[in-house]
């Protein structure tokens, strides 16, 4: 009887400490940053190549992208294998870094991994070789980009869950073996929905890897014909094209939070006007935007070259999306959206709030990554991101950052000259982009089935029960703190409020426009 007990109360106690350790470890937040290798040959001062990377900005470090080539994996730049001693020499300054090979990308193709997956012994090639490559090369895992599983052969979404399920069984073999820390095993998946559930076993993904980023961005680009926010956080009730209806989608399928890493972009979306009498979200805008003078993509600009933009009287017509919290305006008949560091904040707000793994950021070379451009230092973007991920804290974060009133059709109140309404929302998801393309951005189209639920409101003043009233000063659009509440801010679109929650021990800064950590009411 002794022994039992004593077996009891070790089995009690590894199972405590097991919980233990997963609970700390799910809270320490990542933000995972893509280093594109085709980027070393954009024109100076644009150019950007492994040493100008701050290895302290990120958690992990993606070197994107190499390829599947007769089931092995195979670089694509004549100089990939000296790049990648390269990027995992960033270990030396920072060995809290984590490196990993990306494989796949938008121009890849399905081919490849398709006939890589779909025999048992193409797959022990691809996971075999792959292992010894990573180790050899200095990586700490994989991060698959497949674009996507399911396009073209239906059996690919069946065989790329095998994929991960043999994989993650040969990288705890081959840790216990050597007695190395297994390699990470990753993903980054698709933000359309009708894409998804055509090439993802969802709880596959969250059982055999350790943490998968969602592209939630590129919900409208220049293969369409009119104008739309990039990267919404949310839509009015009907559209679902929007990184909440995104997420919601993954969760339900079967992906917890604590795998779930949400995408950023550092890049906007541009497009060619047809009238400068009409710069609206929705505008006919039948052309894509000028192509940057560095990145070198019409329709896509990094923030660097935005900020150009921005010095040169963009600033006069700059409106943000209070729902979708994305920026936008024109410079004549060019038309850009994009995200600023106050919109990532109130996206970060979003992750934190929900407890998620961390952020995602496509791509590093985006942001003014020299500090000649925006005049907000090197690296603007993701130095905002990182000093939130890095300062999260080891707090619960539990309540569901956003919860909003139904929306409909505005109120006969007009809205404020300055500020024009989103679009109305389409009636089919929209077309898939061009089939040809550069190795640049990964895009998405998406087409989520969830809609957000009603949720009431404390009132500013009087009854707690009262519901929250959208007050009339900037024509039913903008920010309010709760009347009581430090933690929790009101967002009033149309005069329709939506109740977001700080992040735990952050509260709302009313002149900032975001939550802050350890700022203090009325301060």
Not at 164 to 171: G, K, P
Not at 290 to 311: A, D, H, N, V, W
Request: hydrophobic share 35%.
């Amino acid at each position: 009887m002794k022994v039992q007990t004593i077996l009891v109360h070790i089995a009690v106690l590894c199972f405590l400490l097991c919980l233990s350790v997963d609970r700390v470890s799910g809270q320490e937040k990542k933000l995972v940053c893509y280093f594109p290798n085709w980027t070393q040959y954009r024109p100076a001062p644009g150019t950007f190549k492994v040493k100008d990377i701050d290895p302290f900005l990120c958690t992990h470090l993606v070197f994107a992208f190499s390829k599947v080539v007769n089931n092995f994996l195979r670089g694509y730049e004549y100089n990939d294998d000296t790049s990648w001693r390269q990027f995992n020499a960033l270990k030396n300054s920072n060995p809290q870094l984590k490196t990993l090979l990306g494989v796949g990308g938008y121009s890849h193709g399905a081919a490849p991994f398709t006939a890589m997956v779909a025999t048992a012994g193409n797959r022990k090639t691809f996971i075999d070789s792959t292992i010894q490559l990573l180790r050899t090369r200095g990586f700490d895992g994989l991060d698959f980009d497949w674009e996507y599983p399911g396009d073209s052969v239906a059996s690919d979404k069946q065989n790329f869950a095998i994929l991960l399920r043999e994989f993650r069984t040969a990288v705890q073999e081959e840790a216990s073996r050597t007695g190395r820390p297994p390699l990470l095993l990753a993903a980054a998946v698709a933000a359309g929905i009708t894409r998804a559930e055509k090439a993802y076993d969802v709880p596959a993904l969250n059982q055999y890897l350790d943490f998968v980023s969602i592209m939630t961005y590129d919900y409208h680009g220049t293969w369409e014909k009119v104008t739309g926010l990039a990267s919404p956080l949310a839509a009015p009730a009907g559209d679902d094209l929007n990184v909440e209806s995104t997420v919601q989608w993954y969760m339900g399928q079967g992906l917890t939070p604590q795998k779930l890493v949400m995408g950023l972009p550092a890049f906007g979306r541009s497009w060619t006007l047809a009238s400068v009498s009409d710069t609206s979200v929705g505008a006919p805008a039948p052309t894509p935007g000028t192509k940057g003078r560095f990145t070198g993509e019409p329709g896509m600009l990094s923030y660097y070259e935005i900020c150009e933009y921005l010095y040169r009287g963009m600033t006069q017509t700059l409106q943000l999306d209070p729902l979708g919290q994305v920026a936008y305006g024109n410079l004549g008949n060019q038309w850009v959206t994009f995200e600023n560091i106050s919109t990532l904040n109130t996206k970060l707000d979003y992750i934190l709030n929900n407890n998620f793994a961390g952020a995602m950021i496509w791509s590093l070379d985006h942001d003014d990554f020299t500090g000649a451009f925006c005049a907000q230092g090197r690296n603007p973007l993701f130095s905002a991101v990182s000093s939130r991920i890095k300062n999260a804290g080891t707090g619960s974060f539990t309540t569901p950052i956003v919860t909003s009133a139904p929306i409909t059709a505005a109120p006969t109140t007009a809205a404020p000259t300055t500020r024009v309404p989103t679009t109305p929302p389409p009636t089919t998801p929209p077309p898939p982009p061009p089939t040809t393309t550069r190795r640049t951005t990964r895009r998405t189209t998406a087409a989520p089935t969830t809609v957000r639920t009603p949720a009431t409101s404390p009132g500013r003043a009087g009854s707690p029960d009262a519901p929250f009233e959208c007050p009339d000063d900037k024509g039913g659009y903008g920010y309010y703190p709760h009347p009581t509440k430090c933690n929790i801010y009101f967002t009033c679109y149309a005069f329709l409020p939506i109740e977001v929650s700080c992040p735990f021990d952050w509260n709302f800064n009313p002149r900032a426009q975001h939550c802050e950590k350890d700022y203090s009411c009325g301060a």
